[in-house]
């Protein structure tokens, strides 16, 4: 069954660059979720969109940004990268009106030099 | 804030024992879902259950949820070196469909 995928999977920038993580849900999820996880922290939701519009928001720095086109896969910016965003950032999706289990991807390893 | 705190941090079995982890939590849920992440890896669903369920098994995974208490607990029973993960809990709340990851519990599963 077709998964959660992310891309990049490893991502290298340098601070004050910016970065464009990548997600493509499982296909007829309406929802996405982005999760930025620190080493050694649990998983901080960041946002989430419901059929292309946002619809939660958590701890997502004014830096970065993110949105859910027309094929619903959906793209976080991160602008202004500081050595503190390092840290692996994962991407789920699922279906409202079913059992709203979140499904992750593999993430994308950000790392700020 | 997390809204999950999930005891004990790191616990360390031999093989063919049974793990136990709790989980707790603030507000009112919806659903409680259990995850487990290899190191560097993406989450894997393992379990969810409903706020109106108290227990739930999947093979060697039991779960059990008090809302009294607002704590749920995970048990893998004849635990296996495969099992060695990190496992969280996850919550959503009314009004809010995103879930919330408690701390995790660091498993070591010893051969």
């Known amino acids: 069954a077709a998964g959660v995928i992310q891309s990049p999977r490893h991502l290298i920038k340098e601070k004050r660059e910016t970065a464009t993580l990548k997600c493509y849900p499982i296909p007829r999820h309406d929802t996405v979720y982005w999760y930025q996880q620190g080493p050694g922290q649990d998983p901080q939701f960041l946002i989430s969109?419901?059929?292309?519009?946002?619809?939660d928001k958590g701890s997502i720095p004014d830096r970065f940004s993110a949105q859910q086109f027309s094929d619903y896969h959906s793209e976080l910016n991160m602008s202004s990268l500081e050595l503190g965003d390092s840290a692996l950032y994962f991407c789920a999706s699922s279906l409202v009106g079913g059992n709203t289990e979140a499904f992750f991807g593999q993430g994308t390893r950000l790392t700020v030099v | 804030s997390q809204q999950g705190e999930e005891d004990p941090q790191a616990l360390s079995i031999q093989e063919g024992e049974n793990a136990t982890m709790n989980c707790s939590y603030k507000?009112?849920?919806?659903?409680l879902q259990w995850y487990r992440q290899n190191s560097g890896r993406g989450l894997v669903h393992l379990i969810l259950?409903?706020?109106?369920?108290r227990e739930k098994h999947s093979g060697r995974l039991r779960v059990t949820l008090d809302t009294s208490k607002k704590s749920s607990s995970l048990l893998i029973t004849a635990s296996r070196a495969a099992d060695t993960a990190s496992y969280f809990c996850?919550?959503?709340?009314?009004?809010?469909?995103?879930?919330?990851f408690g701390s995790g519990t660091r498993l070591q599963v010893q051969p």
């Open positions: 507000t009112s849920i919806n659903n």
């Open positions: 996850a919550t959503d709340g009314t009004g809010r469909r995103a879930l919330t």
């Open positions: 259950i409903r706020s109106n369920e």
């Open positions: 969109f419901y059929e292309k519009m946002q619809s």
